[in-house]
């Protein structure tokens, strides 16, 4: 590799780990979050000329940091010098020549704690002050994703755009959008007093499995999975548990998502086309990643008085970790739990993958009914979900056509290619 391909991959590489961080401390260094993030990204420009022909520095961290620093020095001297000159002018306009008070020009530029800008022991609460802003409720949800996955993920507004499925261009937008919000909503670097955190910390969970679900199962597109935005909602699930130890949901939602993705490698075939929990090669999950989820289940039990709702969804996803097949799976468990789930934090969806899961235990008879309650009470409309499961139960009790007409209205529902070609698939083994 050219010395400049290995100069951008280690800008790359610098970025997708620290930028978080580096976001973080300059926003503590001048007190404005969207003029630190314009910072750390013009110190990663210059460092994308800069590596390739000098080389790569020794800490490359630290070189971001100081360039983002200067820059806001500069920013800080031209600010002044210009409100010496409004100073100047305001003195030639008042007759009396009198001054026109305020704060002396010379006074504004970086906080008095500068020479602290890189204290290991504050990086921990920078970063998770970044989560909290990131995911602040004065922010719409499509405003929370992209701005947590530009500022945490590291991730490019083009990056962006490929894994929402959405236009760059819009993506930009709603980060310029998210930032002046939080500018006009005066949203502190800080973190929220512990009272608030819990609730909070809902929002920063919530945006993590959603981008997570999008990775893992895309709502549309070519393509069945995103694993790269997947990965990055696994990435700053890690940093949520280890900056919050004594939450036990930051650890479910871990537990839930390495559990998960343990399976991603046996989830698409050769060809790109979904291969279902039933046909997967169970040899070709990710060991390491199952034992991650398992542990960061139990660190859940540990913490908490029983399991939250991403914790009961990381027990279910350990009852398939843990089966040698479909069949040694443990349904009764897995019914039990999403009655659980049902009561915490009830859902349609989480009725429908109850009816699975009872589907599995019991037969399609018992499960069918269930599905039936969904559709009279018109849960999920417009969704393939509801229209998908009901075609499968009515299929395994040998009602083909109905389960043609069933499995016919999801494939005109569903968004995603691959998934769409793959329920047309059952449509004709039907006949």
């Known amino acids: 590799m050219s010395p400049s391909g290995s100069g951008r991959q280690a800008v790359e590489a610098a970025w997708r780990i620290e930028s978080a961080r580096i976001v973080g401390a300059l926003t503590r260094y001048t007190g404005d979050f969207a003029l630190a993030e314009d910072l750390a990204q013009e110190a990663l420009a210059e460092a994308l000329v800069a590596w390739p022909r000098d080389g790569v520095p020794r800490s490359p961290a630290g070189w971001l940091l100081t360039v983002g620093r200067r820059r806001a020095v500069d920013a800080y001297r031209r600010r002044a010098a210009l409100d010496v000159r409004y100073a100047a002018l305001a003195r030639d306009l008042d007759e009396g020549g009198a001054s026109s008070g305020g704060a002396d020009p010379r ?38 994703v992209a701005l947590t996955l530009r500022v945490l993920g590291g991730l490019t507004s083009d990056e962006i755009g490929r894994g929402c499925l959405v236009p760059t261009a819009t993506v930009q937008a709603r980060i310029t959008r998210a930032k002046k919000t939080l500018a006009a909503g005066r949203v502190p670097f800080t973190l929220p007093p512990p009272a608030e955190r819990r609730e909070r910390l809902g929002s920063v969970l919530s945006v993590l ?111 398939h970790a843990v089966a040698s097949s479909v069949d040694e799976t443990d349904w009764d468990r897995i019914v039990l739990l999403y009655e659980a789930l049902g009561r915490l934090a009830p859902s349609p969806v989480v009725e429908l993958n109850r009816a699975v899961a009872v589907s599995m235990a019991q037969g399609p008879a018992a499960a069918l009914p269930l599905v039936d309650d969904l559709v009279a009470a018109g849960s999920l409309a417009g969704s393939h979900l509801l229209p998908s499961v009901r075609g499968e139960l009515l299929a395994r009790l040998g009602r083909s056509a109905e389960a043609r007409d069933e499995l016919d209205l999801a494939a005109r529902l569903c968004g995603n290619e691959r998934e769409r070609d793959l329920l047309r698939g059952k449509v004709a083994a039907l006949g």
């Open 209 to 319: 499995y959603l981008v997570f679900t999008e990775g893992s199962s895309a709502t549309s597109g070519p393509e069945w999975m995103r694993p790269d935005l997947a990965r990055e909602a696994v990435r700053l699930a890690r940093i949520v548990a280890r900056l919050m130890p004594d939450e036990p949901e930051a650890h479910g939602l871990l537990a839930l998502l390495e559990l998960t993705a343990a399976r991603f490698p046996a989830r698409v075939g050769h060809d790109g086309e979904p291969v279902l929990l039933e046909q997967q090669d169970r040899r070709r999950w990710d060991r390491a990643a199952i034992r991650r989820g398992r542990a960061a289940l139990a660190q859940a039990g540990r913490v908490g008085r029983g399991l939250g709702a991403y914790g009961l969804q990381a027990a279910i996803a350990e009852c």
């Open 107 to 144: 006074q504004t530029g970086p906080a008095p704690d500068a020479d602290l800008l890189w204290d290991p022991d504050r990086i921990d609460d920078d970063v998770l002050s970044l989560m909290f802003i990131s995911c602040h409720p004065i922010l719409s949800r499509e405003a929370q």
